[in-house]
């Protein structure tokens, strides 16, 4: 395994900076989950995820492991299938379909987090993704948690670990249930 690879494999610097705010042993969504990674690290730190991604050969590999609960689907063609569920966090990263943005923010439980990260507008000059489907535009995720959920930190820049692209990432929370 090169260098390269071995840092693709490791859970994002921005997923683990947040992973604290995911209340203890909380249920995690983790959407386009490809390997694992962030759902290997969150069953590790005692969380219930639920990883789910289209590869079945991806998902195959999670199969069986603590912790993880692995679904195989197709989340662009096929119906949403966490209708109803909320989660303590919903973790993204490097996957954008815009008809899931506002489904993804309702699966916040209350007292649970947001955390997401992907390429933004700009990226095609550093190659893949440069479809501008797959990047977001300037201060959409900032606009898709506006009055929905309290913004703790957004960047919108260019990182060059693992590799240069521009990038958006936002953790927003919901507050908690109130109580009659």
Do not use: K
């Amino acid at each position: 395994m090169t260098d390269s690879s071995h840092r693709d494999l490791a859970p994002s610097a921005w997923v683990c900076r947040f992973a604290s705010r995911i209340p203890p042993a909380g249920r995690v969504l983790d959407v386009a989950c490809g390997g694992g990674r962030h759902a290997l690290m969150l069953a590790r730190m005692g969380h219930r995820v639920h990883a789910v991604d289209r590869d079945a050969a991806a998902i195959a590999r999670l199969a069986g492991i603590a912790g993880v609960s692995a679904l195989q689907a197709d989340l662009e063609s096929e119906a949403w299938p966490y209708e109803g569920a909320s989660f303590e966090a919903v973790i993204v990263a490097n996957y954008l379909h815009r008809p899931l943005l506002p489904r993804l923010v309702d699966a916040v439980a209350a007292g649970g987090v947001l955390i997401y990260e992907t390429f933004a507008s700009g990226n095609e000059r550093f190659g893949r993704p440069s479809n501008p489907e797959f990047l977001l535009r300037p201060g959409e995720l900032l606009e898709l948690v506006r009055a929905r959920l309290r913004v703790l930190a957004y960047e919108d820049l260019q990182v060059d670990e693992p590799r240069p692209a521009l990038v958006q990432r936002i953790c927003a929370e919901r507050g908690p249930a109130s109580v009659p």
